[in-house]
């Protein structure tokens, strides 16, 4: 299949940035995401025949970078919990159109396998950080998991050519709004990037509150009140992210605002979850099956075709047209299953 125009949604938003789940299990019971109160022993997870063979995975990447995808970001879950990742991250690495292959996890088993991924070819890591304090940390990881480990993981894949290293963080006021601060210096003194995120009302599970939202305007000022900072200009249009950049030449700090400032304008993201349903939107009801023609005997033409067709269509504006929705369709998607 030779490679094709650029594809444009209906408000003429390209195709550039793509998501893929590799598993929908994560060893972490965040309340924003996976509750244990729901996602608790007894939960049925994906059939292990239901989820996409890292080669089917592979056709289906290659596809979007003919469509205009320069940039892959495997999630989960905890996408460490799929055995053999670093064979995965291998294939899509030799993908010539590939310009940027990086993972979010939530660092746990970090350490163990940031080596393998490094040379496996994944260009950089993200790591889900709530806070610094490992009180607050092991309450809103929602299984005990411990903060050490967790560090330890970050300064592996800093060794193993990963870094510098970004961190997220959700921020829940009332819970873990209070280290900001703190987690702002942790990233300073060790080179890392931080991104502040307002707390999501992803899914249906979590039990989202508006009045539990820090808004970024807010964040900013906190950070500011300890360090001057200065706005950075965006990188590329729809960049996600608003940055600053701390005056005294220690880095940057980013806000995410999606319930405050919404960005839905600027999206170029497409999300491919761990059964093979593509997403258009973070918020989604329902996604587009591959499996049939991955599975059926079609090629990449159709695929590249059900794409396409896909994403002209698309008018997702969800966070945009948040105080508008009638809340149609049907529930929302959960956030572990499309990988934030």
Not at 53 to 73: A, D, P, Q, Y
Not at 287 to 309: F, K, Q
Request: charged fraction near 25%.
């Amino acid at each position: 299949m030779s490679r094709q125009v650029q594809v444009l949604d209906q408000f003429s938003r390209p195709l550039r940035d793509l998501r893929v789940s590799v598993t929908d299990r994560c060893n972490f019971r965040c309340q924003y995401c996976m509750p244990r109160e729901v996602f608790g022993p007894g939960f049925k997870f994906l059939p292990h025949a239901e989820v996409l063979s890292f080669e089917e995975i592979e056709v289906v990447v290659r596809v979007l970078l003919r469509l205009g995808v320069t940039k892959v970001r495997l999630t989960g879950g905890e996408p460490l919990l799929r055995r053999e990742l670093p064979s995965l991250v291998a294939k899509l690495a030799q993908l010539p159109a590939l310009g940027d292959l990086a993972m979010t996890t939530n660092g746990l088993l970090l350490s163990r396998f940031a080596g393998a991924l490094a040379e496996s070819g994944l260009h950089r890591v993200t790591v889900s950080l709530d806070s610094v304090d490992p009180g607050v940390f092991s309450e809103m990881n929602g299984v005990g998991a411990n903060l050490q480990s967790v560090l330890d993981g970050i300064e592996a894949a800093v060794a193993a050519g990963l870094g510098p290293v970004k961190l997220n963080c959700v921020v829940r006021r009332g819970l873990n709004d209070d280290g900001i601060v703190e987690l702002a210096d942790f990233a300073r003194r060790r080179g890392h990037v931080l991104r502040l995120i307002e707390y999501m009302d992803v899914g249906e599970s979590h039990g989202w509150r508006l009045d539990e939202v820090v808004p970024s305007a807010e964040v900013i000022a906190r950070i500011s009140a300890r360090w001057e900072l200065q706005p950075v200009p965006p990188l590329y249009p729809g960049e996600v992210a608003t940055r600053f950049r701390y005056r005294d030449g220690t880095g940057e700090v980013g806000v995410i605002s999606s319930v405050s400032t919404p960005f839905c304008g600027g999206c170029t993201r497409l999300r491919l979850a761990a059964d093979g349903q593509l997403h258009t939107c973070l918020f989604s009801r329902g996604g587009l099956d591959l499996r049939p023609v991955l599975r059926g005997g079609g090629g990449e033409e159709e695929l590249a075709s059900l794409i396409t067709g896909l994403w002209r269509q698309r008018r997702d504006r969800y966070s945009e047209e948040r105080s508008r929705q009638s809340e149609p369709g049907g529930p929302k998607v959960e956030m572990s299953y499309l990988g934030g």
